[in-house]
């Protein structure tokens, strides 16, 4: 996401920006760590490390178009993963940050109850990717106001990317803040939309409380990442704020409430460019300004709040054209380009066993890659969830998880490492068996192994991606019937073609198609439950002429009792040759 800052007819009244050397800023004599240092000339000095980092912004050209969204003075284009500045940053202004810092941490150990310095310190520490140092600065903490330094401590431990500790210490600092205060950073106002976002807005804030749990709970990106990442995140953009007004800016820019409401809802700027001026009188060029990359929409809609667990997996629009507020995953994590997914349900009465079948499918997930996957679930928005995870072979793995047989929210989450992407899947889930006491039957999955005869064995075990022609592939699936009683029916197995081609499905339409399928097996078998649970592993041996495509495996149980009883599991045949 960039921002163009939009007023340099409104920065030259302010004067000229001094001219600093080449070699980089020279701190005056009052600002060397060796000697006493005043507030005001670290003020002082702040402004010229602006002013020079500035001057050293690479250049770009004029941006066109019209703004995807505009909060007062501000131009803002929703440009999706905002590459890094080519060259990173310019040396010169690296060693000018170090000499400020060193001067704000010689000036704190002679005023330790200052806040504004502590804020400097760790605002430009982190700044230049020393957030182990920022963590210093706040313990033992020697302000007055014990709060800031709860919030400084969160702001640093966010940016190193420990979620739960900053949680922790923000969670600190909101419980000792001002009353006023506390209202202003817990409001999520400017972050919802459409209906959620006036029923949040109608609430007074002490009356917010168990609403603003639930969307942020529901909006937490990875729940496999200890911590709210978007929750530390908001306020790190407070504190971002509070450490912004009355200095001066990387853009130049004079700190207002536009400027705070454009961090507040997309982030502070990662890094800048100047704009080649063009046109009489632009003396002074525009400053465009980049925020984080790979960031999305993960905020709920008042329809998720009010059932999560009818959600689907296409409600949550994560990248959306124009969102009202954006936020990372997983300190930055690039997005998963298609995850194939499926979850099914083994019954075991007030309790469910679901099996997730995962592949992800992006070019950019090297062999190299560590790819962790996990199955979250939430039973309440309100409980603590539960937590599965492994590491996945290759980009293709299985997960399972126990479950209270209820409605549920399920979250598929997975990270890789070194290559930095992550993702999600979170939609709602049925895992209740059926409600009229009748059998529950769970779903099929398919192996190529004829030792995962059992669903302990099945889950270690990796999911079929394809399969050649005249494999044997392996069914599993099982049945769980309250009473105990055997059911008389007959059981049906076929591997039928999937869809195909405009061509085909014409052809499909006249007498002369053969709507045979190319395996169908079939015969009378009544289900003998065990402890109320019965198990079937069938082989069915593919035919090797069978074409490459997509296929679907169909089990169809005809009961007398409980009429037809159908479940389906995809399958991939391809040649090897």
């Known amino acids: 996401m960039t921002l163009l800052s939009v007023l340099p007819a409104l920065l030259a009244l302010f004067g000229a920006i001094p001219n600093i050397g080449a070699s980089g800023p020279s701190l005056p004599v009052a600002l060397r760590p060796d000697t006493g240092i005043g507030t005001d000339?670290?003020?002082?000095?702040?402004?010229?490390?602006?002013?020079f980092r500035r001057r050293r912004f690479p250049w770009t050209n004029p941006h066109s178009g019209r703004c995807d969204v505009r909060i007062g003075r501000f131009c803002i284009w929703l440009t999706g993963d905002d590459p890094a500045p080519p060259n990173g940053e310019d040396p010169e202004v690296i060693v000018a940050r170090r000499r400020l810092i060193d001067a704000l941490d010689s000036a704190r150990y002679r005023d330790p109850a200052n806040p504004w310095l502590a804020g400097q310190l760790v605002r430009y520490l982190v700044e230049g990717g020393f957030a182990d140092e920022a963590l210093a600065v706040t313990t033992p903490c020697t302000l007055a106001e014990r709060w800031w330094c709860a919030a400084l401590r969160g702001y640093a431990l966010h940016a190193d990317g420990h979620f739960a500790g900053a949680e922790s210490a923000f969670t600190t600092a909101i419980a000792a803040m001002p009353d006023s205060l506390r209202c202003r950073w817990t409001d999520l106002s400017a972050l919802l939309r459409g209906t959620l976002r006036k029923r949040y807005r109608r609430l007074p804030c002490a009356d917010r409380d168990s609403l603003q749990a639930l969307i942020l709970r529901l909006?937490?990106?990875?729940?496999?990442?200890?911590?709210?990442?978007?929750?530390?995140?908001?306020?790190?953009?407070?504190?971002?704020?509070?450490?912004?007004?009355?200095?001066?800016?990387?853009?130049?820019?004079?700190?207002?409430?536009?400027?705070?409401?454009?961090?507040i809802r997309y982030g502070r700027p990662r890094w800048f460019e100047q704009v080649r001026p063009y046109g009489p009188g632009a003396a002074i060029p525009d400053v465009i300004s980049h925020h984080p990359a790979h960031a999305r929409y993960f905020l709920p809609t008042a329809k998720m709040v009010e059932h999560p667990s009818v959600v689907t997996a296409g409600d949550w629009d994560l990248d959306r054209r124009r969102p009202p507020a954006w936020h990372e995953a997983g300190a930055g994590l690039a997005r998963i380009e298609t995850i194939d997914y499926r979850v099914t349900r083994f019954y075991r009465g007030d309790s469910t066993i679901l099996v997730a079948d995962v592949t992800l499918r992006d070019d950019r997930i090297v062999p190299v890659d560590t790819v962790r996957g996990w199955l979250a679930v939430l039973r309440n928005p309100r409980e603590p969830l539960q937590l599965s995870g492994r590491t996945l072979e290759g980009s293709t793995g299985r997960i399972a998880v126990r479950v209270p047989a209820d409605s549920l929210l399920i979250s598929l989450e997975f990270t890789t490492t070194p290559s930095a992407r992550g993702d999600r899947i979170r939609y709602g889930i049925d895992a209740a068996p059926p409600a009229d006491g009748g059998p529950a039957v769970s779903g099929l999955l398919l192996t190529s192994d004829s030792n995962t005869s059992t669903l302990r064995a099945l889950v270690d075990a990796n999911p079929i991606e394809d399969v050649a022609p005249g494999a044997t592939v392996y069914l599993y699936w099982e049945m769980f019937v309250p009473d105990g009683r055997p059911i008389p029916g007959r059981l049906s197995v076929e591997v039928r073609r999937k869809g195909g081609g405009l061509g085909r499905r014409l052809l499909e339409l006249t007498p002369f198609a053969s709507r045979k399928p190319p395996v169908r097996l079939s015969w009378m078998e009544p289900v003998q439950p065990v402890h109320r649970l019965a198990s079937r592993f069938v082989a069915v041996q593919l035919p090797g002429d069978l074409r490459n495509g997509h296929y679907v495996v169909t089990m169809q149980l005809d009961t007398a009792a409980y009429g037809r009883i159908v479940r389906e599991a995809p399958l991939q045949v391809r040649r090897r040759d």
């Open 219 to 263: 909006a937490d990106p990875l729940y496999a990442v200890p911590g709210n990442e978007l929750y530390t995140a908001h306020l790190a953009r407070h504190v971002y704020s509070r450490f912004t007004r009355g200095t001066e800016t990387p853009s130049g820019n004079r700190w207002g409430d536009d400027s705070r409401l454009d961090v």
């Open 41 to 51: 000339a670290l003020r002082q000095a702040q402004r010229r490390f602006e002013q």
